[in-house]
């Protein structure tokens, strides 16, 4: 089952990364990028998930024929940043299949399988010990 769908005049993809989902929206427009009604540089004010996110674009010489409406949630900036490139991929690889080459010698269309490992009972965290005394 594929995760990328048409309908009508818009295409809509899925994207994850660890705890973050992230769903996009490609119609025909000027270039916008818009993250939950605010725009990519107003969500990620800092410019290193702005270039993760625009990491598939660039690698497809991707022109500004569209605009991408993107809702994201769970996770923090990081895994958020991840879903949507990961969502952007899809999308783009569903839009053209001469995109799928580059995209997947970029590993953008692979889900990033790493998770946040769980606390152990007796633990401080998830591998740390308490400080173990001898007397």
């Known amino acids: 089952m594929s995760k990328t769908i048409k309908v009508a005049n818009s295409i809509f993809a899925t994207g994850r990364r660890k705890k973050a ?3 996009v929206k490609v119609v025909k427009g000027k270039g916008n990028i818009i993250v939950n009604n605010k725009k990519l540089d107003d969500y990620f004010p800092a410019g290193n998930y702005t270039m993760i996110v625009r ?3 660039e690698a497809v010489n991707f022109k500004n024929d569209y605009d991408i409406v993107i809702n994201v ?3 923090g900036l990081s895994g958020q940043a991840g879903a949507i490139r990961h969502s ?3 999308a783009l690889d569903f839009i053209d299949e001469k995109n799928h080459k580059p995209l997947k010698a970029n590993s953008f269309l692979t889900r990033d399988p790493r998770m946040v ?3 152990k009972y007796g633990h ?3 591998r740390k010990r308490f400080q173990f005394s001898k007397r």
């Open 124 to 126: 401080k965290k998830a």
């Open 55 to 57: 990491q598939p674009l």
């Open 117 to 119: 490992e769980r606390k």
């Open 73 to 75: 949630y769970g996770g």
């Open 21 to 23: 989902v992230a769903r």
């Open 88 to 90: 952007i991929a899809r």
